[in-house]
């Protein structure tokens, strides 16, 4: 089966809050009260969500966003994909 051309396409998610923060990792909170750890090195450079305390848009690659079951937008889109 091919791969979908938008597999690292940055999403959007959004964040409530971050819970932990480690040297490689971030435990954030979704806004449905989810926390979900994510690998420092898969968060956009871009991402207003990046250390502890941060709330908000959070920019992943959208495989990181479906393997981890979180809903995002597309930019650009506006319109939220939620994969429950």
Same mark, same amino acid.
């Given at each position: 089966?091919?791969?979908d051309?938008? /597999? !690292?396409?940055?999403?959007?998610?959004?964040v409530?809050?971050?819970?932990?923060?480690?040297? $490689?990792?971030?435990?954030?909170?979704t806004? $449905? !009260?989810?926390?979900?750890w994510?690998?420092?090195?898969?968060?956009?450079? /871009?991402?207003?969500?990046? /250390?502890?305390?941060?709330?908000?848009?959070? +920019?992943v690659?959208?495989?990181?966003?479906?393997?981890?079951?979180?809903? !995002?937008?597309?930019?650009?889109?506006?319109?939220? +994909?939620?994969?429950?």
């Amino acid at each position: 089966m091919p791969r979908d051309p938008t /597999h !690292f396409n940055p999403v959007l998610v959004k964040v409530y809050a971050t819970a932990y923060e480690t040297e $490689d990792g971030l435990l954030v909170v979704t806004r $449905d !009260f989810e926390k979900v750890w994510l690998p420092k090195s898969q968060i956009c450079e /871009h991402s207003g969500v990046k /250390h502890l305390g941060d709330s908000g848009d959070l +920019i992943v690659p959208k495989w990181l966003a479906v393997e981890k079951g979180l809903p !995002f937008l597309v930019p650009g889109d506006g319109s939220a +994909i939620d994969l429950e």
